[in-house]
């Protein structure tokens, strides 16, 4: 089976899994780094139980 290259990204914040109950701080950080034009998504890291708000650019 082929598998495609991994792209890199870069960890913008890590955030734990077990937030308080409706809350969405890894969602919440993201759309504000979006609204400042950095292109972030919402991952999970299984192996951390975290959830990492990644973008595909490189950050200085």
Do not use: C, H, I, K
């Not at 400042?36 to 595909?56: C, E, I, K, S, Y």
């Amino acid at each position: 089976m082929a598998t495609a290259p991994e792209q890199a990204r870069t960890v913008l914040e890590r955030f734990p899994a077990g937030g308080p109950r409706g809350s969405w701080p890894a969602e919440e950080y993201a759309a504000t780094q979006r609204a400042q034009g950095t292109n972030a998504q919402v991952v999970m890291d299984l192996r951390t139980d975290q959830f990492l708000v990644v973008t595909d650019t490189t950050t200085q």
